[in-house]
């Protein structure tokens, strides 16, 4: 168990429609991170918040978007969602703002119908 | 631009002997960190270990180490004594200002 906690675990939706990933890091890391793995795209990276501040920003579609509340979770919203867009969402988290190791959750699965 | 690859997509390996994983890197930084990560068919990213790109002494982590050749860009993962619980997806990457991550190695575990 890495200490970083994800939610829900499944979430099965319809194209259109949007969803909220919730993600809670590791207590003492200020850092969360977001990560999308497909089967075409592999694992790539999305966006990053420090301390409730975005930090990094990958490729992250613009239907997407983040944020980091004063008690460190953050939440992925997606947006009029595509059938492209079922992957697993990973959350991780870290100390500090980079070049530290990030430990992952158990990931959210997401299916668009 | 950063780069990983992992050149071998799946590899076998008897149970107790040792494998090694490959990985070479590409980045015009100087100051970066390398990481492998486990994924087994339950999904979840488990982190295995940790080079930074100063440190002279090959990291290691029980069964776990690290075959830093800087020079070379290579950070391939040996995994000694190999376990059944040991097949999984094992994920190379690279951050220097974000984690770029390679395509996976599968490696399979035979008894």
């Known amino acids: 168990d890495s200490g970083v906690t994800q939610t829900p675990k499944h979430l099965i939706t319809a194209t259109g429609q949007r969803v909220t990933l919730r993600c809670s890091p590791r207590?003492?890391?200020?850092?969360v991170y977001w990560y999308q793995q497909s089967l075409d795209q592999g694992l790539q990276f999305l966006i990053q918040?420090?301390?409730?501040?975005?930090?990094a920003k990958g490729n992250i579609l613009e239907r997407f978007s983040a944020q980091q509340f004063p008690d460190l979770h953050s939440e992925l919203n997606l947006s009029s969602l595509e059938l492209g867009d079922s992957a697993l969402y990973f959350c991780?988290?870290?100390?500090?703002?980079?070049?530290?190791?990030?430990?992952f959750g158990p990931g959210t699965r997401l299916t668009v119908l | 631009a950063q780069k990983i690859t992992q050149t071998q997509p799946g590899m076998f390996v008897q149970e107790k002997e040792a494998v090694t994983l490959d990985c070479t890197y590409d980045?015009?930084?100087?100051?970066?960190?390398l990481f492998w990560y486990k994924q087994p068919s339950s999904g979840e990213m488990i982190f295995l270990i940790y080079?930074?790109?100063?440190?002279?002494q090959n990291a290691t982590e029980g069964r776990y180490s690290l075959n830093f050749q800087k020079a070379r860009k290579s950070a391939n993962l040996v995994i000694s004594a190999s376990q059944l619980g040991d097949s999984a997806m094992y994920f190379c990457?690279?951050?220097?200002?974000?984690?770029?991550f390679g395509k996976g190695t599968k490696l399979s575990v035979i008894p």
């Open positions: 991780a988290s870290s100390v500090g703002q980079g070049l530290d190791t990030q430990y």
């Open positions: 207590s003492g890391d200020l850092s």
């Open positions: 918040y420090y301390n409730g501040e975005e930090r």
């Open positions: 980045t015009s930084d100087q100051s970066y960190g």
């Open positions: 080079q930074g790109s100063y440190d002279e």
């Open positions: 990457a690279m951050e220097s200002y974000q984690l770029t």
